[in-house]
């Protein structure tokens, strides 16, 4: 074994009280940071999950950028009279040549589509209205692009494609209505046409508002209701790699000229909350963790000043100032190591403990787990910033050592 390392293990081995406080100040400061750290980045980490797969990843609307510009300013963009307070043309909403978009979309690598026409509707039963979001669908394409299959709860998704006038209606609607499968409803769109159509699939979300307002019918059915034809007004684009969609989105954007929005667009504020929040756990977590550095501070000192003669008989003997600090650094680094080592193992427990909690949210039938994260760079965080709160709390009395003049000791001590 190395002399310093000797010595260093001699410190500490000699104030064993002082030294098992520090060094549970370590383990305690290390697990809670990792049960803290893990059970914060796994609510956020379910949550952009839930985030992720309840919205598509990138959509492609019949809307603009920016508002398209006149003939007139297309012409003569520089020119010297300006015509203003001119009426757009009105124009037939939806995506022109959506045939042609969507085959250019479906090969893209790592990307799934589906075509939309999302209209506003009535829904009538009993003679009681109630104002719907009617998406027109092709099943199999939007299975493949949403979740919305996973939620039913009644019947089919699929049920749309063998009975063409067949809707399927979330079980908000449904309980409001108290409608059930086969269940005849009439839909009446904006301009006056109107159709009997039968409840095929009932879903559940959790989200009251969509549930409530949202359904689904085939893409023909919505294109006759709608009035329009052969025409759809949104893509919704599902990736293999969810964080490729704002880069994506803006090719699709270039290609295609309509607006694209990622994911990441349409929730930068509450992804930016999210930084927020982060921020402020790892600055909750890390004050553990100092804390406990000041406990290894105040062992250290004391050891500085107990042994201010065996420093100085050492420095006599020929050590260096830098060998006399080296030993109180690898104090600290001792205390730091095995303190990771246990915290960590401290830290598993806890975590997964809180794994195992269940939790009953009032409004939801089905129990839920506290979501803990399980990734490896969080136990390397708090290892490393334990050993740096070790060292950094080591420096100061290990400077204080290595600055003592032994002939001032000796002939003190004389």
Known sequence: MDYTLHIAAAHLTSRKRQTLVSLTGVVLGVAFFLAVASLMQGSEKDFIRQLIDNSPHITVSDEYRGARLQPALRRWPEGAVRIAHVKPQTETRGIRGYRD???????????????????SAVLVFAGHPVGIVLSGIVP???AAVSVIEEKIVEGSLQALASDPNGIVIGQGLASKFQLGLRSTVSVVTADGAGRPMKVVGIFRTGNAGYDESQTFT??????????????VNRFILQLDDADRARTLARQIEAAVGYQTTSWQEASEDILSLLVVRRIIMYSVVSAIL???????FNTLSTIVLEKTRDIAILKSMGFHARDVRRIFLLEGAIIGVIGSIFGVLLGLGLMLALSRVELKVPGLSDSVHM???????????????????????????????????PVDVLRGAA
């Open 218 to 231: 085939l893409l023909k059915r919505a294109q006759v209701l709608l009035g329009q034809a052969n025409r």
């Open 140 to 142: 199999e394409q939007m």
């Open 290 to 296: 100092l804390v406990a550095s000041f406990g290894i």
């Open 371 to 405: 979501p803990i994260w399980w990734g490896w760079d969080q136990y390397l965080l708090a290892a490393s910033f334990a050993m740096l709160s070790c060292i950094a709390a080591a420096y100061l009395p290990a400077r204080r050592a290595g600055g003592l003049l």
């Open 101 to 119: 978009k969507l085959k250019f979309l479906q090969a893209l690598p790592g990307a799934r589509v589906a075509p939309v026409l999302v209209g």
